[in-house]
Each structure stands twice: as C-alpha cells, then as structure tokens.
C-alpha cells in the first residue's frame, strides 16, 4: 500500500514537472517569436522610411519646394543645409558683381559655414542632394557639406532648380572635385512639379 502511494505521488510529481517545462518552454518560444517579430517590423520601417535622405539647400524656398516632393515620394528623411550667416536678398542680388552670392562662386576656396549638424544626414545609403544653381553650378555651401561630411558609401543624386540652367555642369563640377563620391544621376526641375518628380525617381528604381 505505502509503494503504491509513493508511485502514486511520484507520478503527481513527474506529470506536474513535465507540465511546468512544457508551458516553461511554450513561453520562451513566444518571446522569441514576438521579440524575432519585433525586430523585423522595426528593420522594415528603416528599409521603408530611413534608408533614403533628401539634403537640401535652398536660399528662397524653390529647392526646398522640390525637396519636399522627392521626400513625400520617397519617404525619404529630410534635411535643410541651414547657413551660419543667412542669405538676404542683397547677398542674393547677382545683377550686383559685389554681392555675397557673386563673390562665393567667384572664389574657388570659398566655404560658408552651416550652422546645422548634419552628420546624421551622412549615415543614409541614398542622398538626393539639392540646390538652386548659382552661376551656372552648386553654391558654395554644397562644397562645405560635402567636406565636412563622408558620402562615400551612399548613392548620391543630385537635383536643382533654376532659372533656366541644367543640373549638368554641377554634376562634372561635384564629380571632378569629389571622385570618391558615387553621383548616379541628376535632375533640373522647373520649380515643384510632382509629376515631374514622380517620373525622375521612377524611373531610378
Ligand atoms: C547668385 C545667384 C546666381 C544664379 N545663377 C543662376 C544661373 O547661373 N543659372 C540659372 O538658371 N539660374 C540662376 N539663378 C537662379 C536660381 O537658380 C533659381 O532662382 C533657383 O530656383 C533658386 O532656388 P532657391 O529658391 O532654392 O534658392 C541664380 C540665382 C542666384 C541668387
């Protein structure tokens, strides 16, 4: 009788065991699943959302316009150069030889500092970067951001508005000064076309 018990109770004993183990093991793999989910989920937003940055310097709103359509299109993050010493419409009145404008582009070395920290920019695999052309090329101030930040490992696009010049000679000028930096492609746009806009970035993909 007292064997029968003790097998009795060890059976109890045994089953509640097994038992514990089972939803023990049950629960790990649940974490494991949800945290394995979770993880997934946040790795698709970044691929979504993240991986594409529009860089943009505009001195009276037109690129910033343009910008804003290849970020919507793309998802992309955004990012304004801001400069240090903001440009006012004297600095911008190129029909004035000595504006600030006219002087930058006509100094090689010029560099106007930017006042925003744009080294996150710089993390993304694809840039678009864009400005207003500036006598016939990029202003100045895409040259500071490009030294001051490492775009070798994106791919860069380039895109501008203007009032009537392509993105061309910016591309050879950008390329030839930086080498190391992959420029795939570039776009003029004609003020903020979103049409226009949807055509060029589909065209990319
Ligand atoms: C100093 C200066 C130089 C410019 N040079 C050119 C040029 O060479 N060719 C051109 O088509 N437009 C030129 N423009 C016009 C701008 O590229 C155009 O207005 C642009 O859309 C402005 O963009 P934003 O509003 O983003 O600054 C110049 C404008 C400025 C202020």
């Known amino acids: 009788m007292q064997k029968r018990i003790i097998s009795l109770f060890l059976a109890i004993m045994l089953t509640t065991v097994l038992a514990v183990s089972l939803t023990a093991c049950k629960t790990a ?7 394995g989910g979770q993880t997934e989920t946040t790795q698709t937003e970044q691929n979504d959302s993240t991986k594409i940055a529009v860089v943009f310097f505009s001195a009276t709103g037109t690129t910033a316009e ?5 970020a919507d299109e793309t998802g992309a993050a955004r990012f304004e150069i801001v400069p240090q010493e903001a440009y ?10 000595n504006c600030r404008a006219n002087q ?3 100094d090689t070395s010029a560099r106007p500092a930017i006042k925003n920290d744009l080294s996150q ?8 970067l864009g400005y207003p052309i500036w006598h016939g090329t990029a ?24 009032g ?9 000028d950008l390329q ?5 930096i992959n420029i795939a492609g570039g776009k003029r746009f004609n003020g903020a076309d979103e049409a226009e806009a949807k055509e060029w970035l589909d065209g990319l993909k």
Request: hydrophobic content about 30%.
């Open 176 to 180: 030839r000064s930086y080498p190391d």
């Open 139 to 162: 202003p100045r101030i895409i040259q500071t951001f490009l030294e001051n930040y490492n775009l070798n490992d994106a791919t860069v696009y380039l895109f501008c508005t203007s």
């Open 66 to 70: 343009a910008a804003n359509l290849i």
């Open 29 to 35: 793999q649940n974490n494991e699943n949800t945290t």
């Open 88 to 97: 006012t419409p004297e600095d911008l009145n190129y029909t004035d030889d």
């Open 104 to 106: 930058e582009m006509g």
């Open 164 to 172: 009537g010049s392509g993105v061309e000679q910016s591309i050879q």
């Open 121 to 128: 920019a710089a993390e993304y695999d694809t840039i678009y």
